[in-house]
């Protein structure tokens, strides 16, 4: 098991960005370097020297590998235009509004008249919105972005999710998994990084709150 520091991140900067070259484009390439990140930290959560035949470097450039391709997989089912996810929350408010109010679900006809969309695109809408990934879907064996980010309100967009966590920075990003994907305390990610624990909390409660601030 490798502690993960700064240095080693430093280290396998040039590997991760090798490796995502052959993928990236001008839009996703920071998003691919934060999976091929996330790939090293993993790696080095799980490498052992004494059980492994294998170098270091070469451990981590599979999990490397394997996280990166994992985002292109993903982020297939999420590339969605901003005007169709702003058509789809005004079609869900407002079926939601109607539903509560008089009790009954509304027709996409119905409904184009009162929000001013065309039937046939809230038919587009809802059809893309059945590609888009649920925040019950995993995103490991054992993990949902819901289960990651302690969110109150399970009706927020994993889309809105995604690029909150995009706009953290990289020490607030790995503060986040080490909690809500590694599942450390407060109190050992203080030991491992040699700080208080109080500061490892005022972090946290400032990248929460940095991200439902970007939702909101």
């Known amino acids: 098991m490798f502690q993960l520091n700064n240095d080693i991140v430093k280290r396998y900067k040039k590997l991760i960005y090798s490796i995502i070259k052959e993928y990236c484009n001008e839009y996703n390439k920071e998003d691919l370097y934060q999976a091929g990140l996330l790939g090293l930290i993993k790696a080095s959560k799980t490498y052992d020297k004494e059980k492994s035949n294998a170098k270091f470097s070469s451990f981590a450039y599979k999990s490397i590998l394997g996280e990166v391709l994992k985002y292109l997989r993903e982020d297939r089912n999420i590339r969605i235009s901003r005007d169709i996810i702003s058509d789809y929350k005004k079609i869900y408010k ?7 109010t008089y009790g009954k679900n509304i027709s996409n006809k119905e409904l184009s008249k009162i929000i001013n969309i065309d039937e046939k695109r809230i038919n587009e809408v809802l059809l893309y919105n ?48 080490e909690r809500y994907y590694y599942n450390k305390s407060q109190t050992e990610i203080a030991k491992e990084k040699n700080i208080s624990q109080v500061k490892v909390y005022r972090l946290e409660r400032k990248t929460l709150d940095k991200m439902k601030d970007k939702i909101a």
């Open 130 to 177: 059945q590609e888009t990934r649920s925040l019950d879907n995993e995103i490991s064996s054992n993990s949902t972005l819901k289960d990651i980010i302690p969110f109150k309100d399970k009706s927020i967009d994993y889309i809105d999710l995604k690029d909150a966590f995009k706009d953290l920075t990289n020490e607030e990003k790995e503060l986040i998994l």
């Open 94 to 100: 407002t079926k939601e509004y109607i539903y509560q």
